[in-house]
Nanobody
Framework: QVQLVESGGGLVQAGGSLRLSCAAS????????MGWFRQAPGKEREFVAA????????YYADSVKGRFTISRDNAKNTVYLQMNSLKPEDTAVYYC??????????????????WGQGTQVTVSS
């Protein structure tokens, strides 16, 4: 079992930046591949980015590619999502997730075993 706690959300103007953090506790963090998802009001949860257990492989949704960067620090049991050039359509609750299927990455939410409680990101126009 692993527990995930997101932080770093907030209100930012379009074009601005935020960095989300997700702190993990419980079992060995480096055993897990990690992902970020988001859910806007009235919409389904959607994939944002994923990172392998070592950090050597990353995977992004087309909508954030070139603007967002996922990274991890296994010594700090933390995964990050650096979000630049934010747009109003990035407004959502952002969730981090962990999967025991650490050898491959997926955009499917069903691939992930553990979820955080979410952090709100609001981008004003």
């Amino acid at each position: 079992q692993v527990q995930l706690v997101e932080s770093g959300g907030g209100l930012v103007q379009a074009g601005g930046s935020l960095r989300l953090s997700c702190a993990a506790s419980g079992r060995t963090f480096s055993n897990y591949a990690m992902g970020w998802f988001r859910q806007a009001p009235g919409k389904e949860r959607e994939f944002v980015a994923a990172i392998s257990w070592s950090g050597g492989t990353t995977y992004y949704a087309d909508s954030v590619k070139g603007r967002f960067t996922i990274s991890r620090d296994n010594a700090k049991n933390t995964v990050y999502l650096q979000m630049n050039s934010l747009k109003p359509e990035d407004t959502a609750v952002y969730y981090c997730a962990a999967t025991e299927n650490a050898l491959s990455l997926s955009r499917r939410s069903s691939w992930y075993n553990y979820w955080g409680q979410g952090t709100q990101v609001t981008v004003s126009s």
